[in-house]
Structures are given as C-alpha cells and as structure tokens.
C-alpha cells in the first residue's frame, strides 16, 4: 500500500476532539503522523465524510457463539441460569465444523467493524473434533476464525485456552466439553504455531478459562511456557457467585483474591468479566498492573450481575469491553448498558463520571476502553497515534441520534442517544472496509452465514431446550 492523507473536521485525539486533522497513513498502514488545526485538506488528501474515532478492541469474543445469539431467551422449566444456558451452548460447540466456523465467525465480525470494532481477542477454545480427537493439523480450528479474520478485514488476537476439568472438584471435562481438552504444552504450541504463521492483522497470547477449569499445577505449567514473553495472558475469573463459592470451598480464598496470592500478575493479564469482588480484591488488582475487560450486554444477558464499575475506575485499573457471546455487537451499546446498570443498581446518573476530571461520561467509559484494549490485544500502540495501526471510525451525523448534535457532544449522543450504528466508514490499517455503513464483502458473507445456520439449526427446531 503507498502513503496516504485522510482529512477530517473533527478527530477524537487524547481524550477530545480536535478540529481541521490531517492523518497521513504510511506504506505500511500505521498512522504515520496526525496533525490538527490543518484549515484545509491538502492537495490528494481523502476528505472524510464525518468525524473520527479511533476504532477499539473487543478484548473477549467466542465468535463460535454467534450462531447461538437470540437462540436461548425462553424458559420453559422452574429456573433457567448461566449455567443452563451453557449446557444448551454446548449444543452448537459440539457440531460446528472448521467450514462453518469460518462463515459464522466472518458474519460475526464483519458486524463487530460496522460496530465500530477493529480488532478481536478470541478467547479460543473450540480446539478438537467433534468426537473429541485432535485434527491433523491442532491448529484447524484456530485458522477458521483467522480466515474469518482475513474476510472481514479486521485485526485478530487468537488467545488458546487451557480447559481441562469441570470444576474445582472434578478430574476432567464432562463428555460435552471434549472438544474444548487442552493441556499446557498444547496451549503453548498453538499460540506459538499462530504467532509465527506470519498472518497480516493476526497475533497471538494465552488464555486460561477459569480457576475452576484448570488445575493450579497446569497454571504453573503454562505461565512457565509463557516466561517473560511479551503476549497477553486472558481468564474468565468471578463471573458467577457460584464459582466463587466454589473456589472458597476448594481453596479457602475469593477467585480474584487466590489468583492474586499464587500467581505473579502484571500488566500481561486480563481478568474477565471480574463481576463479583471485594475491595481488597480490586486494590490488589491495581497494585499489580492487570487489566480487567468487562462485557455488559453478555453479563445482562445471563444474569452475571453487575461490576463494581466506581471501585475500579477509582483504582485506576485498565477496563476493556468486550461482547463476549455477540447478542451485541456494537461498543457504544456496551458502554450504555454498562454505565446504566450502574444507575439501576446505584439510583444515581452518570456514575461514571469524574467531574474534576472528565465529566462526560461517554468519554471517561471510551477512552478507558481504548487505554486498555490495545495491551489487551497485545497491541503496544492504539488509538489515533502516531506508529498506531490505521484504523479509524467516521461518524454518520445525519444519523438519528447525532443528527443536529453540538460537536462537542457527538460521542455523549453517540453512547447514550443513538440505537442504531452511526458508522459510515471504517477503516483498518488503512484500508476502508465499511462505506456508506455496508461492508465490502457483507453480501457473500451473510449468505455464506445464512447457509451455516440453515445447516446447524434447519432440523433442530429444539435448539433452545
């Protein structure tokens, strides 16, 4: 790709807009230098349509998971539960091949970059076939979504996960977790076999899946491949109450609180979801440098509960967003629902805010998510910098919601006034890959992912039981 100019009006550049911003994109697709307060566009620049944003990081994503969203909101027995739900998720784990992954994961994230996303954490564990054996090739699973990943465009962290038991008590998977069987030198031969593959937008680190899913001494053994490496290490931790009545039972300790005791955390880890704390917990976090990524829609969707939102923001502990299971798939629908379950659960507005600070709202929750999601991704610089990737979002303000908004209250509107995508463009290292809100490639995808659903679900009329 040869050197570019993009123009634009307005630019989200450290925390506030910026007017009249020449961005200049090297042969490389990096931001080769961002300048504001240009009158007008230089000679060959592309002049934007509308003002731009850095895009963000999904930090968690089980893109195997979109063919089941909207396929698990009845309830036809006494009680119904995360742990209900997974049982019956477990139904499409057990039958999507490599083929169909590949057409789910495309559709999925060519929805994520009209979300405004760019770049993709894949906490993997979709790793054997489905009787449980290894594919010739261990690393089939993981090059379907690096494919999906290749058609939409996008960036992709693959994060192999280490899943070997059912819990804290028991030995081993259950017979419908077997394609998810791991064990710590497999992990570091996946993440090692992606890494070096060479694939363009494609890196690589490690996942743990849980405290309840893996044994203390294969932890060990892992974070050992690990070393000093410089690559993201991602768990799941505190989801549910249940898992931390669990852990108290097995190991005396909260699972934040015991992660923290026996395992040397820095700013490599990321501690999902990170629901159900103590403040004790929370400080300990921030001593150590982690991150947390938390994922609302997914959280509201299976009655995780809510997240100590003020406690971690005021300790300054780095918080990505992801969406998880995709019911949705637009950030600034995290961040609402984020910050609203706050007001639910407070009776206060605008929790989030830092009136000395950053009284927006909107922006306090974005610019933390942006902050945090390139270490998340394994990605040292992010956003609208310089050495960046090239990736950039354009806002449509003709759209419902922005239409008519003062400039400086477009991201406000954007986050907590807008329900439909207010994207025209987005670009990903340079490249445009949404224009006008439709992306490049969206018709043969989506017929693609129509025919995959047809395939799993056309005679399973009982998906959802």
């Known amino acids: ?83 209900s739900w997974r049982d019956r998720m477990y139904g499409v784990a057990l039958r999507i091949t490599p083929a169909q992954l590949r057409a789910v994961a495309a559709q999925l994230y060519v929805e994520l970059l009209q979300g405004g996303y760019t770049q993709i954490c894949e906490f993997h564990y979709l790793h054997h076939q489905p009787d449980g054996q290894p594919y010739a090739d261990a690393a089939t699973m993981a090059w379907a979504v690096a494919d999906a ?79 000093e490496a410089d690559m993201p290490i991602h768990i799941h931790v505190a989801e549910q109450m249940q898992e931390v009545r669990d852990c108290l039972a097995a190991t005396g300790q909260r699972p934040i609180a015991w992660l923290g005791q026996r395992w040397h955390m820095d700013a490599r880890w990321q501690l999902v979801h990170a629901t159900h704390t103590e403040q004790t917990e929370i400080d300990s976090v921030a001593r150590s440098g982690a991150g947390i990524v938390i994922c609302p829609s997914t959280e509201g969707n299976l009655g995780d509960g809510f997240a100590d939102l003020p406690a971690w923001l005021a300790a300054g502990v780095p918080m990505a967003v992801g969406s998880d299971s995709h019911v949705s798939r637009q950030w600034a629908e995290e961040l609402r629902w984020l910050e609203y379950g706050q007001r639910l659960r407070l009776q206060q507005r605008n929790v989030a805010a830092a009136p000395t600070q950053q009284p927006a709202t909107a922006a306090r929750l974005f610019d933390a998510a942006l902050q945090a999601g390139g270490p998340a991704a394994g990605q040292r610089l992010w956003g609208l910098t310089r050495g960046a990737r090239a990736d950039a979002l354009v806002l449509d303000v003709q759209t419902p919601g922005l239409l008519g908004v003062p400039a400086s209250h477009q991201l406000d509107a954007l986050v907590f006034a807008t329900n439909t995508s207010a994207l025209s463009q987005v670009w990903v290292a340079g490249r445009k890959l949404v224009h006008a809100g439709r992306h490049v490639e969206q018709d043969r995808i989506a017929r693609a992912f129509e025919a995959t659903m047809q395939a799993l679900w056309g005679h399973h009329q009982d998906c959802c039981h």
Do not use: K
């Not at 804290?168 to 031969?189: E, K, V």
């Not at 743990?208 to 053994?221: G, N």
């Open 149 to 227: 990943a290749a058609d939409a465009g996008l960036g992709l962290t693959v994060l192999p996960v280490l899943y070997e038991r059912a819990g804290f008590a028991q030995p081993a998977l259950r017979p419908d977790q077997r394609r998810f069987a791991g064990t710590p030198d497999f992990i570091a031969r996946l993440q090692a076999a992606v890494q070096t593959n060479g694939r363009p937008l494609v890196n690589a680190g490690v996942a743990i899946h849980s405290l309840r899913a893996a044994s203390a001494e294969s932890i060990d053994a892992l974070l050992a491949q690990v070393g």
């Open 1 to 83: 790709m040869s050197e570019q100019l993009l123009w634009a009006t307005q630019a989200w550049i450290n925390g506030r807009w910026e007017t009249n911003v020449c961005l200049a994109v090297d042969a490389q697709g990096h931001w080769a230098d961002i300048t504001p307060n240009i009158p007008t566009p230089p000679t060959h620049a592309t002049v934007l349509p509308g003002p731009v944003l850095p895009g963000l990081v999904n930090a968690h994503s089980h893109a195997f998971q979109r063919a089941f969203a909207g396929l698990a909101e009845r309830r036809e027995s006494a009680a119904d539960d995360f742990w």
